[in-house]
């Protein structure tokens, strides 16, 4: 099962693949590139490029499962070039942006926490499972937005390829813990647990430290003030169709049908909070 799960992904991979080479970089049109965005993309950039640390943690998560760590080497591989597009995009858009040294700062400023050798944080590998799941359908859901969002076309091209992507991570992910489930028995209930843990440690240190790191300039690093920046100009992306999509795949990925009665309820509250996390966000910038 797994065997057909790998070969499946690495050659859906190879035929999915996009480089840097496939941008149409000369149809960059910086007049039509909001500021906001840049900055919330400076910030992405930062994170995507250091997906590589994520997939060390995974290869130590998934020491016995020599299959997963050939994909989450592939996966990360996928990543890191995002980071390279959306930093490139970037310098262009605005010359004095220089990545590598932004890279540098984000570097010194942020590491992973500690994690225990050979073992998941979330408790399991179908634990870890249903993280990944929530990064790539938040992810996912970012690009989408981004996508629809901007006039800017190479930024547009950019953001589709990489909301693709995600979405093939997100599924792959979905498809791997399926085996994990059967030896684990991780109950739906504790699923959602993982899964609204993960999405509340979104408001943790990365994006705040990728975002000051990006865009702070000489001030000195505020945890609070570089995440309330940050998450005014990112929230503001998403419309409606975004969040309810996001939480269909969330609760795919905890066992729910997205379908049911109180999945619509779900759906609904999630648009809500954001709605009304947007609103606090710009009161207070206000
Ligand atoms: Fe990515
Ligand atoms: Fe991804």
Redesign the pocket.
């Known amino acids: 099962m797994r065997h057909r799960i790998t070969v499946t992904w690495l050659s859906k991979m190879a035929q999915n693949h996009w480089t840097l080479d496939d941008v149409p970089w000369d149809r960059l049109a910086p007049a039509e590139a909001d500021r906001d965005l840049v900055a919330v993309i400076k910030a992405a950039a930062l994170v995507?490029y250091n997906?590589e640390s994520y997939a060390a943690y995974l290869g130590r998560v998934f020491a016995d499962d020599r299959r997963f760590q050939d994909i989450a080497r592939e996966w990360a591989a996928?990543?890191v070039q995002?980071?390279v597009a959306l930093g490139r995009w970037a310098s262009l858009v605005d010359p004095g942006f220089d990545f590598d040294a932004a890279v540098r700062r984000f570097r010194d400023l942020y590491q992973l926490p500690p994690t225990p050798e050979r073992r998941s944080v979330r408790g399991s590998c179908s634990g870890e499972l249903v993280a990944r799941c929530m990064v790539e359908t938040g992810?996912s859901s970012f690009?989408s937005a981004i996508a629809e969002a901007t006039r800017e076309p190479v930024l547009r091209f950019v953001c589709q390829r990489?909301a693709a992507?995600?979405y093939r991570?997100y599924k792959l992910f979905l498809t791997y813990m399926k085996p994990y489930l059967d030896r684990e028995k991780v109950s739906r209930v504790e699923r959602a647990w993982i899964g609204v843990k993960r999405v509340l440690e979104t408001q943790d240190d990365e994006l705040a430290c990728a975002y000051h790191a990006a865009n702070g300039g000489a001030e000195p690093y505020d945890r609070k003030r570089a995440a309330q920046a940050y998450e005014r100009r990112a929230f503001g992306l998403y419309r409606r169709h975004h969040i309810e999509r996001a939480v269909g795949m969330a609760l795919k990925a905890w066992g729910f049908s997205p379908q049911s009665r109180w999945a619509g309820l779900v759906r609904r509250a999630a648009w809500w909070l954001v709605g009304s996390r947007v609103g606090r966000l710009e009161r207070q910038a206000a």
Do not use: L, R
């Open positions: 995507e997906a996928e990543e995002h980071g992810t690009y990489i992507d995600e991570h």
